[in-house]
């Protein structure tokens, strides 16, 4: 029995954080062609576990294009699928929501069904790109945690559906000498030159993600990750262009595989599942113990929730809701959390869900831990100074 809860509790000097709800080209596992016709293409009428009812069933598309964050689905769920709506799924993975967002905005119109976080939810909705569904058409809807509902990025969820959450933190090597003396539980570790000197050499990733990365540097300097004050960015860029060099990688796609659990580094501004994919992979029965653990930094961290929503243009959206309906079955919901590592905002799925994970506090904080968590918010007109900095971020 994998007992050993990894996650450490280093909050205790976390400043009181503001809380509240979340307020705030298709391709890799392609098995069918583009461009089929829209739901009106009826190719199946099974019906079972159906969106639309139970009589005649949903009147499917033959083909579906789903756009993802990397390695956040169990892909045997697609194959099922597959197989049994006879639906065929184009699945493609993006990096961040800026790049969601970007491909969208640049014409990509093939995708039905994408997966953004709370504030980009909120941008979407406002520019236009989201459809509105009705989630009384989604029996499984009734699987999500209240909690999770109606946030304020979405009232009512009149456009998406919660899929996962987690933190956003520091993942360390165990084992390592420097850290068997000094826990990471501080952003320091990751922007402080001085420390960083002691640890550089052994390889050190950031997230290759805007909102997260200065967001990290603003809770380092004291401030909100959601600032749009000019001042205090220009001070989060400097702190990040000083640090920059002793980083090796700006990875936030397959940095638990490729990095991590590769110990191609020895510390990572990492996301939660990914860093209890790494704890777990590397999980050895005899010691009872992995080689990466994960620290909320106590200047305070993000949490976020990422949501499952159909794109304005989708010309399948029954389609794209019926695949929807059965993400939020309670055992599917399971595999994903199995698989991915990330906390489910579906309550029917815990029944499911490992042991091990449901225990494991780094996975699923304690409330105490939750509270002093922040969401990032839409920033309005602020994001283009955000990209201004991170052009800048980048480009040196
Ligand atoms: C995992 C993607 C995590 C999504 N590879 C963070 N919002």
């Known amino acids: 029995m994998k007992k050993k809860v990894w996650f450490l509790l280093v909050i205790s000097l976390l400043l009181a954080a503001c809380s509240g709800g979340p307020g705030g080209g298709p391709g890799e596992t392609s098995t069918g062609e583009n461009g089929d016709g829209g739901d009106t293409a009826v ?14 069933g949903p009147q499917l598309a033959s083909q579906l294009t789903v756009y993802n964050w990397p390695d956040y689905i169990d892909e045997t769920l697609l194959t099922e ?5 006879g ?6 993975t993006y990096a961040s929501n800026e790049d969601l967002l970007a491909k969208l905005q640049a014409g990509a119109t093939g995708y039905d069904v994408i997966f953004p976080s709370d504030y980009m939810v909120s941008q979407m909705i406002e520019l236009g790109l989201l459809a509105e569904i009705d989630t009384n058409n989604l029996p499984n809807f009734a ?3 209240e909690d999770f509902k109606n946030a304020p990025f979405d009232p009512n969820n009149r456009h998406c559906v919660p899929y996962q959450w987690g933190t956003t933190g520091i993942a360390y090597r165990a084992g390592h000498e420097f850290f068997a003396e000094n826990t990471p539980d501080s952003w320091a570790y990751l922007f402080d030159p001085e420390l960083l000197a002691h640890y550089a050499d052994g390889g050190i990733n950031v997230l290759n993600d805007q909102r997260e990365l200065i967001g990290a540097a603003l809770f380092y300097l004291g401030y909100s990750p959601n600032s749009t004050d000019r001042a205090q960015l220009e001070e989060a860029r400097d702190v990040i262009l000083a640090a920059k060099p002793y980083w090796k990688t700006f990875n936030s796609e397959d940095y ?13 501004h990492s996301w939660s599942g990914d860093a209890a994919n790494a704890y777990w992979s590397t999980y050895d029965d005899a010691t ?8 909320i930094p106590q200047e305070g961290a993000v949490k976020w929730l990422d949501n499952i929503c159909i794109t304005a243009f989708s010309e399948r959206k029954e389609t794209a809701l019926h695949f929807m309906n059965y993400l939020l079955d309670a055992e599917n919901g399971a595999a994903i959390t199995n698989f991915t590592y990330y906390a489910s ?35 309005g007109d602020g994001v283009f100074m955000w990209d201004e900095m991170w052009t800048a971020i980048k480009g040196r």
């Open 288 to 295: 009872e113990d992995g080689n990466w653990y994960y620290a």
């Open 43 to 56: 190719n199946n009428s099974e019906g079972s576990g159906g969106a639309e009812g139970a009589a005649t």
């Open 87 to 92: 639906v065929q799924i184009t699945y493609d």
């Open 256 to 268: 638990d595989d490729a990095l991590l659990i590769a110990d191609e580094v020895v510390l990572s």
């Open 81 to 85: 699928y597959e197989e049994e709506y």
């Open 143 to 145: 699987n999500v945690s």
């Open 345 to 379: 905002p579906n309550e029917a799925a815990k029944a499911y869900i490992e042991p091990d994970i449901l225990a494991d506090a780094g996975i699923f904080p304690p409330a105490n831990v939750q509270d002093k968590l922040q969401w990032l918010f839409e920033l």
